[in-house]
């Protein structure tokens, strides 16, 4: 079982900068894959990024390749992901998820956090 606690949501400014944070507690996190989603009101959830908790080996969607930055911090258990430039579409609750390295779907899911981005 892996518990995972989102955090650093808020309103920001058209062009800010937001750092969501993503505290990873239970089982042993070096087998696992974690990754940033986000949903948007009135559509389907979207990937963001990924990184690998034992290389920190990361992964982006092109939409946020260059303006958002995934890592890790193996000491605190907890995975970040900065966000830069933001713009009114970035605004969507985001979440924080777990897969395991051999499966490919998301087992575990924070509660997400709400960002929100003015114009």
């Known amino acids: 079982q892996v518990l995972l606690a989102e955090s650093g949501g808020g309103l920001v400014q058209a062009g800010g900068s937001l750092r969501l944070s993503c505290a990873v507690s239970?089982?042993?996190?070096?087998?696992?894959?974690m990754g940033w989603f986000r949903q948007a009101p009135g559509k389907e959830r979207e990937f963001l990024a990924s990184?690998?908790?034992?290389?920190?080996?990361?992964y982006y969607v092109d939409s946020v390749k260059g303006r958002f930055t995934i890592s890790r911090d193996n000491a605190k258990n907890t995975v970040y992901l900065q966000m830069n430039s933001l713009k009114p579409e970035d605004t969507a609750v985001y979440y924080c998820?777990?897969?395991?390295?051999?499966?490919?779907?998301?087992?575990?899911w924070g509660q997400g956090t709400q960002v929100t981005v003015s114009s």
């Open positions: 990184i690998t908790w034992i290389d920190g080996i990361t």
């Open positions: 239970g089982r042993s996190s070096s087998r696992y894959i």
């Open positions: 998820a777990a897969r395991y390295r051999s499966v490919s779907s998301y087992s575990y």
